[in-house]
């Protein structure tokens, strides 16, 4: 500051500083600021780059808000995901079981084995074990053969059983799943010899009487005291 300076009362006013009654003046040139104001839209703008910040930094960590979409990419594979573990999930249902084979199977003709010998008694069609002679009966998947009196066969169940591929006790096979296995669960119908897992058909075990298959009779077995063949029954 100049000693020799001269000021107005009205610029003595602002000096000295240390007891000077009012601010020293704008330059009125500049424009006046509300400091108010400018608090606030500073604060706004550090609130508004400090959400701008968090948002890009949730977006690359891979954390998503609620109600927020994913990439079209990961909503797909997401969804592909959640169909696999649905469709995990669902009891599979069975498939559907192989039609039963009807009663005879038109214009079948059974097989003819020439100098054929009955499995059981060793005889040909000339004697069986009572030496009387009869014919015999051939298995549609092998080349066993027997006497129907030796197999215990009446004559209803031979007239049935050559109206369709016959098969033997070693290749009988159930009509239901077509499988030879578990024998000890197999049995047969007594009108046409055609062989059944009890599981199959719903039993939970071989009637020990007369049992009848729905193929030949649409009604519940009618079980009589009897012996059953079995599977295990010997035959050539």
Known sequence: MLLNARYS????RYLPLNTALYEPPLDPELP?????GDSD???DGRGGERRRAEGTSDSSSGNVSEGEGLPDSQDESLQGRQRSR???ATPRKDAPKRSVLSKSVPGYKPKVIPNA????????KESNKKGKAESLIHCSQCDSSGHPSC???????????????WQCMECKTCIICGQPHHEEEMMFCD??????????????????????????????????????????????
């Open 117 to 124: 010998l009955c499995g059981i008694c060793l005889k040909g």
């Open 41 to 43: 839209e500073a604060e």
């Open 191 to 236: 009108v046409c010899d055609r062989g059944y897992h009890t599981f199959c058909v719903g039993l939970g075990a071989i009637p020990s009487g007369r049992w009848i298959c729905d193929c030949c009779q649409r009604a519940p077995p009618t079980p009589r005291k009897m012996g059953r063949r079995g599977k295990n029954s010997k035959e050539g």
């Open 86 to 88: 649905d469709k995990a």
């Open 9 to 12: 009362p009205d610029e003595l």
């Open 151 to 165: 197999l215990d066969m009446t004559v209803e169940l031979v007239s049935m059983i050559k109206t369709y591929p």
């Open 32 to 36: 006046a600021l509300d400091s108010d």
